[in-house]
Every structure is written in structure tokens, then in C-alpha cells.
């Protein structure tokens, strides 16, 4: 059974950087910073109210009778149950023999064009830590793009305006960029299981390594540019963040609408159509947190049973890439032309330099990692060289014929990989004749 690390990973950041908000809160509160205190207060206790929510709502508690468990998610003290939970599932794991097994049939990669089907038991308690896995995923997405990209942001901010970089203001600041960079890595992990479920997945360390390179330079160059930004045209910040936000926030209701397919009724049973609305809502409110910062890996599309669009969209992550890198070197060019005296000791030509560079950094370990680090790389009906090439015909003189044919190509895969996953997914009935339902990892 796998050693639940990212369960541990995800606690010692959520942890960490709580309790160095309050301290930095409190040091503010101290100083007299009425305004930054509360501010980072708010950064810091809004996504942990989100993340017990998320925890609760993935783990059905509120259906179940657990009435000391509700009292410590209330508590804010949610994660630190279900991680002792955890580890107290893996510890006693084999101990007993479980009453039942579920079977899971998974795909090999592709081998010489041919691909094996293996069926693997799955106990009860792998079952649990699968899901357990799963929540602690989503929790730490949640926490790093509603909660740490905001607050490095604000405290960088405060640094360039104080022109001070305190002991506790750069380990938070640390911190925080950790926890985005962690949240961003286990949003591709999570992209890349949804998309390909039917496969067993095993993501290599050189995989990690430059999904851990480009996310770093990506969040850290979009962090700095806004915060360059923001210190010379406050002004203007907020229409900049508004417009990135709510355009990221309507474009999938906009497909939605456009498609014209019925209302999603599917995402939780106990739910009423109000209650849909609110979560989608919320995963709507995440995705244009997500983008608002970096790329997302997971493509909301809310007239998919899964809600996910399990497409190879080059065509996308081109577009994206483009805008933003042009966003970002417009941002810097009004930051160049109306600079203050604080930037007085900053060579400026330099800095514009180095954060253009440092995000096309970005985008070569971006471009690595799908050309030769992806784990299921044999499965793209095309590479990310041909998609990108076909992308920037479309953009610049008309979409060709080949472009077309790849993007339905892709389609056609997605739609037959998800048919082979509905069908592989069926009950099957054990020796002592218990029928179990299969269970997948999406962990």
C-alpha cells in the first residue's frame, strides 16, 4: 500500500502557513497596520473555511452521523482529523482480514501499440485512503489559489511599499509560494488521472521535477509582475484583476450556454438544483482563481458527466500562453514608463528582462514535460510540437485542414477512452458472491 505523502505534504503546508498568518497578524496589529492585518486574516481564514468545506462535502459527513467530526471542521481543525485518520488507516491496514474486495481493471501503457488490461483488488482500506488521497488534493488546490497566491501577493506588495523585507514576512512569503507551487503540481497529477482513468498512471520523478521548475517560474514571474504593477497604477489593479477574474469565471457557463445541453443533475444526489448551482459556482470560482495566476491544468466543462474536459486542447494552452505572456509585458511596460522613486536604486531594463525571461522559462519546462516527461505522452493523438504548430496557423492565417483533423482526432479518443472506462467499471461479484463496485484512483 502507498505511504500517504501528499496527505502529510498538504498538512505541514496548511498548517504552516495558518499559523505564520496569525503571527504576521498579529505583528501587524502591533505595528498599528490595522489594514494589513486584517487583510492577511482574511487571506488565511477564508480558504481554510473553504478547505473544511470541501473536506466535509467530498467525505458525505453531513449525511453521516459523525456529530464530533462536524464540531472539529467548525473548529477549523479538519484537516488535522482526517490526517490522523489517515494514518491510522495505513498503520492497521492488514491487520484484519477484510470481509470484501473490489476489483479494478486498469490499462497498461500502450506497448508496441498494444495495450494490457490488468485487474488488480483494491481492500477497503486502500478504498478509504484513495479517497482520503483525493480530498486532501483538492484541499490543497483550494488553499493555494484562494488563499497563498493572494496572500504572497499582498505581502510582497507590503514589502515593496515599506521597502523592507522582514524575517517573517519572507519565511511566510516562502511559504506561500510552496503551497501555489504544490497546489498547481497536484492539479496536473489530478488533470492527468480524471483525464486518463482508464490507465494506470505512474508519474515519473522527472515528471515532478519539471512540473515543480515550470510552476515556480510561471507563478512567481505573474506574482511579481502584478505586484510592479499595482505599486506605480493602483488604480488600475483592479480592473486588470476584474477583468481576468470574470472572464475566466463566465467563459465555461459560456459554453455551457452555448451547447445548449441540460442543467448538470448529477454532481451529488442529496443536493437540490440550488445547491448544484452553488457548487458549480464554486468550481467555477476556483477555476478563475487558478487562471488567474497560471495555467490550469483541468478544463471545467459543465455539460461533461464529469465536468471535465478529457480533450487535448493545444489549441487552448496556446492562446493562453500568448495573452498572457503579452498581458504580462504590457503590465511591465506601464510599470517601466510610470515607476516612482522607490525604484530609484532598481535597474529597471534589467528586471523587465529577467521576469520575460524567467517566464519563457516557464514555458520550456512546460514544453519538456509534454514532449518527453508526460506519463501517458503515447496516448496524445498528436505531439505538443504539431499542436502548437497548427495552433499558431490558426492564429495567424486560418485554421487548416490538419489542425481540424487533429482536434477531432483527439475528440474521438477522449470519447473512446471514456466509453472503454464506463464499460471496464462494471460490479463484479467476489468468491463468496458479494457483488462490489470497482474503484478507481483518481489520487
Given at each position: ?324 505572456f503579452i498581458e504580462n ?42 514532449q518527453f516527461c508526460h ?69
Open positions: 500500500m502507498k505511504f500517504p505523502g501528499s496527505v502529510l505534504i498538504s498538512l505541514v503546508l496548511f498548517v504552516a502557513e495558518t499559523a505564520t498568518a496569525l503571527c504576521l497578524s498579529g505583528a501587524y496589529r502591533a505595528a498599528g497596520d490595522r489594514m494589513w492585518q486584517w487583510l492577511t486574516l482574511l487571506f488565511a481564514l477564508l480558504p481554510c473555511a473553504l478547505v473544511q468545506l470541501s473536506l466535509v462535502f467530498i467525505h458525505r459527513d453531513v449525511s453521516r452521523d459523525r456529530p464530533l467530526v462536524l464540531l472539529l471542521h467548525l473548529l477549523q481543525l479538519g484537516p488535522l482529523v482526517r490526517c490522523v485518520e489517515v494514518f491510522y488507516i495505513y498503520f492497521h491496514a492488514g491487520r484484519v482480514e477484510e470481509p470484501y474486495v473490489s476489483i479494478t481493471k486498469k490499462r497498461q501503457m500502450p506497448k508496441d501499440g498494444y495495450s494490457e488490461e490488468v485487474e488488480k483488488e483494491v481492500g477497503q482500506a486502500e478504498g478509504k485512503l484513495c479517497t482520503h488521497r483525493s480530498a486532501f488534493s483538492r484541499a490543497s488546490v483550494i488553499q493555494a489559489f484562494l488563499g497563498s497566491a493572494p496572500q504572497l501577493t499582498l505581502q510582497l506588495y507590503i514589502c515593496v511599499l515599506q521597502q523592507e523585507i522582514t524575517a517573517a514576512r519572507s519565511i511566510f512569503m516562502v511559504l506561500s509560494l510552496l503551497s501555489i507551487v504544490y497546489g498547481a503540481l497536484r492539479c496536473n497529477i489530478l488533470a492527468i488521472k480524471i483525464k486518463y482513468d482508464d490507465y494506470d498512471v505512474s508519474v515519473k520523478p522527472a515528471a515532478y521535477l519539471c512540473i515543480f521548475m515550470w510552476r515556480s517560474f510561471e507563478i512567481a514571474t505573474r506574482v511579481t509582475v502584478l505586484v510592479l504593477f499595482s505599486s506605480v497604477l493602483q488604480i488600475w489593479t483592479l480592473p486588470v484583476v476584474l477583468v481576468n477574474f470574470f472572464g475566466f469565471f463566465f467563459y465555461p457557463w459560456i459554453l455551457f450556454w452555448q451547447s445548449k445541453s441540460p442543467f448538470p443533475e448529477n454532481i451529488e444526489k442529496a443536493l437540490s438544483r440550488v445547491g448544484t448551482t452553488i457548487v458549480l459556482c464554486l468550481l467555477t470560482f476556483l477555476y478563475a482563481g487558478i487562471n488567474m495566476f497560471c495555467w490550469s491544468a483541468v478544463q471545467v466543462k459543465l455539460n461533461d458527466p464529469d465536468l471535465i474536459n478529457k480533450s487535448q486542447n493545444w489549441y487552448r494552452l496556446t492562446v493562453y500562453y500568448m495573452l498572457r509585458a504590457f503590465l511591465l511596460l506601464m510599470w517601466y514608463i510610470y515607476r516612482t522613486d522607490i525604484y530609484l536604486y532598481v535597474c529597471a531594463p534589467l528586471l523587465v528582462l529577467q521576469l520575460l525571461i524567467a517566464y519563457c522559462m516557464a514555458i520550456l519546462f512546460m514544453l519538456v514535460f509534454y506519463p501517458c505522452k503515447k496516448l496524445f493523438s498528436s505531439s505538443i510540437t504539431e499542436g502548437l504548430l497548427s495552433s499558431f496557423t490558426f492564429c495567424f492565417v486560418c485554421k487548416s485542414p490538419k489542425s481540424s483533423t487533429l482536434t477531432d482526432k483527439a475528440d474521438l479518443k477522449s470519447s473512446e477512452n471514456a466509453d472503454e472506462s464506463q464499460s471496464s467499471n462494471k460490479t463484479i461479484d467476489s468468491p463468496n458472491g458479494n457483488p462490489h463496485q470497482s474503484v478507481s484512483s483518481n489520487a
